[in-house]
């Protein structure tokens, strides 16, 4: 079946700095991937997508490439904000009918001033 | 309304009860999913709604827990007899199918705590 692993946290960064955050799939075909993010008291939300190998999803200055040799979608941003602050979660789309998502755990990132 | 909107937005209930979380889901979005979301884990998927008919309940962890979805839109999952493993948060999503692309639009959930 399908599964997603992703980097535990918690984060904790200085504004500024470099973030990655780590994730990993297992799918079988050609899943789409995609970055949720779920800042405080709100419900999640897309940050960014992408739905072919070698495809680079970007938002708000986060970006991931989907590597289909490496089975990865790590969430990169060059330089983090404090509102950046919230949980982020892995997750792709299978080519059935359903199209459900599968989350990764999620990865609290706290970022400081 | 413009988002995803679920009631309610906090439940606190004795063990044994029975309760039910309502969504009403974005106008004009045919797909509809619940997910659970217990702390410090994932987003564990529950049921999916195409339409008024529920084509996978294979996330549903126990016959204690339903769903049901009339006329399209507003959805609602009942748990019957409650226990403290079933506190958690549950969130709702929709899609509009068939121009899905595997973006679900989310509630804020609906944060059940069973004493």
């Known amino acids: 079946g399908n599964s997603v692993t992703q980097m535990e946290g918690p984060v904790t960064l200085s504004e500024e700095a470099f973030l990655t955050i780590n994730c990993t799939y297992t799918?079988?075909?050609?899943?789409?991937l995609f970055w949720y993010v779920q800042y405080p008291g709100e419900g999640l939300q897309l940050l960014l997508k992408?739905?072919?190998?070698?495809d680079k999803g970007s938002n708000k200055g986060f970006e991931a490439t989907y590597r289909k040799e490496t089975t990865s979608f790590h969430l990169e941003k060059g330089s983090v904000q404090v509102s950046d602050s919230a949980v982020y979660f892995c997750?792709?789309?299978?080519?059935?009918?359903?199209?459900?998502?599968?989350f990764g755990s999620g990865t609290q990132l706290t970022v400081l001033p | 309304g413009a988002g995803v909107s679920q009631s309610p937005s906090n439940k606190v209930t004795e063990k044994g009860k029975d309760v039910e979380l309502r969504c009403d889901p974005i106008?004009?979005?045919?797909?509809l999913y619940w997910y659970r979301q217990s702390l410090g884990q994932g987003l564990e998927f529950l049921i999916y709604?195409?339409?008024?008919?529920?084509?996978?309940k294979s996330g549903l962890p126990s016959d204690r827990f339903s769903a049901e979805r009339t006329g399209g839109s507003v959805s609602t999952l009942t748990i019957q007899r409650t226990q403290q493993e079933d506190s958690a948060v549950y969130l709702c999503?929709?899609?509009?199918?068939?121009?899905?692309?595997?973006?679900?639009?989310f509630g804020e959930g609906s944060r059940l705590t069973v004493l």
């Open positions: 999503a929709s899609s509009p199918i068939p121009q899905n692309t595997g973006e679900l639009f």
């Open positions: 799918a079988t075909g050609y899943p789409s």
């Open positions: 992408a739905t072919k190998a070698d």
């Open positions: 997750a792709l789309s299978g080519r059935g009918s359903a199209r459900q998502l599968t």
């Open positions: 106008s004009g979005h045919t797909a």
């Open positions: 709604f195409q339409g008024n008919s529920a084509p996978d």
